[in-house]
């Protein structure tokens, strides 16, 4: 009885550790972003993804797999590669995060549209999902979570290519997108990476804004300590 209600201490404590209220807060704003643009933008106007969620139509298209099968399998070891090279703390906020995002996506699916629908300006539709969207994906990546595969994957090959995080959603955007060529016409094609581009970059402004980098961080300290040498007056010419 003692070790669980240790247990529980100790849960509670880690909770109240990573749950901040400005974490909490940036996560459930950026999930509720992110849901109302694919409500609103995406789902409605057909732009089809790249990223994990392509690679699941993609697989489904000419392996015949179910995503219902499939899905859950290709976030699952997004979330395990997530979890082994970024640590507890993106599994627990991640799988707050993909709740969340369920719950939204619920919320605005019970509301029903509230923009207008662009489905006659598929390049307006592109450029405005993507703006919510990369602010959505944004706000939750600045937090070390992860809102579903797609980001997981994305930050995995972050870390581990020490890439900018625009640079590895375009990567797993991008290569889904050119396979995806073989069952989707091009003119669907470009609008989906005119939204890639856009949200990409987003997401890497909303991240890192105001945020030292380890280069830059390590960069200052150096330049600190090389004019705190200058400065301090030679020993030697002083006798």
């Known amino acids: 009885m003692k070790q669980l209600g240790a247990f529980l201490l100790r849960l509670k404590q880690e909770l109240k550790t990573t749950f901040t209220f400005g974490r909490t807060f940036s996560i459930l704003l950026g999930t509720a972003i992110i849901s109302f643009g694919i409500t609103n933008i995406h789902s409605r106007v057909g732009i089809s993804e790249g990223g994990v969620l392509g690679l699941l139509l993609l697989c489904n298209f000419w392996l015949g797999i179910s995503s ?18 970024l640590g507890k703390e993106f599994l627990k906020t991640s799988i707050f995060a993909s709740i969340s995002l369920s719950f939204f996506y619920r919320i605005w699916e019970s509301i029903g549209p509230v923009l207008p629908d662009l489905s006659g300006y598929p390049l307006a539709a592109s450029v405005a999902g993507a703006l919510l969207i990369g602010t ?26 020490k890439w ?4 590895a959603y375009l990567f797993t955007d991008v290569t889904v997108l050119v396979l995806s060529l073989s069952y989707i016409p091009l003119t669907k094609i470009v609008y989906s990476l ?3 581009t856009i949200s990409s970059f987003m997401i890497d402004f909303i991240s890192s804004w105001g945020k030292e980098t380890v280069e830059e961080e390590a960069s200052r300290k ?13 020993s030697s010419s002083s006798q």
């Open 194 to 196: 005119i939204t890639v």
């Open 68 to 85: 219902s099968i499939l899905s859950p399998l290709l976030d699952g070891l997004s979330y395990l590669l997530g979890f082994k090279y």
């Open 222 to 234: 150096q330049s600190r300590r090389t004019s705190g040498r200058a400065l301090r007056p030679d």
């Open 136 to 161: 959505g994906c944004g706000l939750v990546v600045r937090q070390g979570a992860s809102s579903g595969g797609d980001d997981a994957l994305a930050l995995v090959i972050s870390k581990l290519t």
């Open 164 to 167: 900018k995080i625009s640079r």
